[in-house]
């Protein structure tokens, strides 16, 4: 079974994570911060990742710390399911489209991380969150996932669906780079012979 489970704990935040990666999207999440557990469980159901996420963290500041720390904790979930990533398809890209707003991601689960972030908020805040901060999501879970991540709103005016578009992205995105391909299972998708 691919998973793994990953309990991060700094003066900032306490988060447990655990993933399946070959789930059903079920998933069991509480962050403090309800927007942020709304994208988690959106990760889980259109990845079909089987997803538990507990944080705590210092809300009395702001969402800063609690949305990054849970990308990080998040990503080095999916690595470590990953293990060596043999026979793993390596590359998914997605388009999703939410009412009037489409967003597109591109992954190489390589393990050279880096991301591309096109994505113009509307308005500063959801709920809690400052806007800002699902860049930060993102940039901490491609640094710890592993994952080259390109993720572009090519159109949208509504914030809540930009940001639920690109979280429902990288999950169809993911749930396509980390399938076994059939025809290449027992090797690793590189001519350098690892990720």
């Given at each position: 079974m691919r998973e793994a489970s990953?309990?991060?704990?700094?003066?900032?935040?306490?988060?447990?994570v655990r993933i399946r990666l070959d789930g059903e999207g079920r998933y069991s999440v509480s962050t403090g911060v309800g927007f942020l557990d709304h994208m988690m469980e959106q990760l889980a159901r259109h990845g079909l990742v089987d997803l538990e996420v507990a944080?705590?963290?210092?809300?009395?500041?702001?969402?800063?710390h609690t949305t990054e720390d849970t990308g990080i904790a998040v990503g080095q979930a999916v690595s470590a399911a990953l293990g060596d990533r043999k026979g793993i398809r390596r590359y998914g890209h997605a388009y999703v489209?939410?009412?009037?707003?489409?967003?597109?991601?591109?992954?190489?689960?390589?393990?050279?991380?880096?991301?591309?972030?096109?994505?113009?908020?509307?308005?500063?805040k959801l709920g809690i969150m400052d806007t800002e901060l699902f860049r930060e999501w993102f940039q901490a879970f491609s640094q710890h996932a592993g994952a080259t991540l390109?993720?572009?709103?090519?159109?949208?005016?509504n914030t809540h669906h930009i940001v639920e578009a690109c979280f429902k992205a990288l999950a169809r995105a993911l749930r396509a780079a980390m399938e076994i391909d059939p025809r290449r299972?027992?090797?690793?998708?590189?001519?350098?012979?690892?990720?």
């Open positions: 990953i309990a991060r704990k700094t003066t900032e935040t306490e988060i447990d944080a705590k963290g210092d809300l009395h500041i702001d969402a800063h489209p939410m009412d009037e707003a489409l967003v597109r991601v591109a992954l190489d689960l390589s393990n050279r991380p880096y991301l591309i972030w096109h994505v113009e908020m509307p308005t500063e390109h993720v572009e709103c090519l159109y949208g005016t299972s027992d090797a690793v998708p590189s001519t350098k012979g690892s990720l």
